[in-house]
Structures are given as structure tokens and as C-alpha cells.
């Protein structure tokens, strides 16, 4: 390795790196049963992400922490760790105790159920 770059990082790795807060962007679709909402949280997996509901508000929050590959020693990074927050005001439609969430490729997807009296029906008509 060049020792050049080495010395020219040194004083980067040896202080501690800002944690960036992100608002990341959703997406918000909808069919008869459920809505699904689609946020995008690069390098963020299931362990780092915690979702809570409260008084209707859903509540999303993602840690995401550089890693170093086992047996190499940082020499110089780029990334800033940082954390994503964003929150919602559900409508009472919402069935929260069914939401599923699932992280996958830095994209984390929120099935948000429609709770059945909220969902369209029909009514039969008889004869009286």
C-alpha cells in the first residue's frame, strides 16, 4: 500500500465521524386491503431497524454503521454512519397490529393492512 495515503488519512480515521441524520423517501400504494409503503435505507438490515406505532403514528428509525472486512484495519473511509428517521400518521383504517415489515436490498417495505370494516364490501339485497 502507498504509505503516502496512509499518512495523508491518519489524522481522518483518528476522529470520530459525525452520525448523519437522512429523511428517507417513501413510496405510498394502495389496493383495496392494504396500503404498502417502500422506503429506501441503503446498507440498513433488520438489525439496525425498529418500527413502533403509537397513537396512530408509525415511527421508522435505521442505524447504519460502517463495517470493516475481517482482518483489514480502516486506513481512510468516506461514509459518514447515519441514521434514518421518518414517521407517519396512519388513518384509523389501519389494522396495526397485522403491519409487516421486510428489509431487503436497502429497501424497507411496510404491508399496512386495512382493517376489515374498512374494507369495501358488498351487501346482498334480498326480497321481503
Do not use: C
Amino acid at each position: 500500500m502507498n504509505t503516502t495515503l496512509t499518512q495523508q488519512n491518519t489524522s481522518e480515521t483518528s476522529a470520530v465521524a459525525p452520525r448523519q441524520t437522512i429523511r428517507p423517501k417513501a413510496d405510498i400504494y394502495e389496493t383495496e386491503d392494504a396500503w404498502l409503503l417502500a422506503l429506501d435505507l441503503p446498507g440498513a438490515d433488520e438489525h439496525g431497524t425498529d418500527i413502533s406505532v403509537e397513537k396512530q403514528v408509525l415511527a421508522i428509525t435505521a442505524d447504519v454503521e460502517g463495517t470493516v472486512p475481517e482482518g483489514f484495519e480502516r486506513v481512510h473511509t468516506e461514509f459518514l454512519p447515519r441514521r434514518y428517521e421518518r414517521s407517519f400518521r396512519l388513518p384509523e383504517e389501519v389494522d396495526t397490529t397485522q403491519i409487516e415489515a421486510i428489509v431487503k436490498n436497502g429497501v424497507l417495505r411496510l404491508s399496512l393492512p386495512k382493517s376489515t370494516a374498512a374494507r369495501p364490501h358488498h351487501i346482498s339485497v334480498t326480497a321481503g
